[in-house]
Nanobody, 114 residues
Framework: QVQLVESGGGLVQPGGSLRLSCVAF????????MGWYRQAPGKQRELVAV??????TNYADSVKGRFTISRNAQNTVSLQMNNLNAVDTAVYYC?????????WGKGTLVTVSS
């Protein structure tokens, strides 16, 4: 079992920045990909960014050039979000894949508003 704990959400003005962090606890060996998804009100959950254990990354087109995902250790992933705008408002969920099984954090709310 893997438990994911997110931190770093909050309220930010348009054009501002936030950094999200996620730490995995439990059976962290053999974790492959770690990433971030988000779900805006009334919308489906969508991929934001993912990074594999080998360092390969993939981003949603809507965040390319603004968001950067990084993996600081086998069990830690961060998401640096710059130039935020209202459409980025959502609950952000940390995700990891271990031995073919998806694990999810409880989510952290990011609100972009003036």
């Amino acid at each position: 079992q893997v438990q994911l704990v997110e931190s770093g959400g909050g309220l930010v003005q348009p054009g501002g920045s936030l950094r999200l962090s996620c730490v995995a606890f439990g059976s962290i060996f053999s974790i492959n990909a770690m990433g971030w998804y988000r779900q805006a009100p009334g919308k489906q959950r969508e991929l934001v960014a993912v990074i594999t254990s080998g360092g390969s990354t993939n981003y949603a087109d809507s965040v390319k050039g603004r968001f950067t995902i990084s993996r600081n250790a086998q069990n830690t992933v961060s998401l640096q979000m710059n130039n935020l705008n209202a459409v980025d408002t959502a609950v952000y969920y940390c995700n990891c894949v271990r031995l073919g099984v998806d694990y999810w954090g409880k989510g952290t709310l990011v609100t972009v508003s003036s």
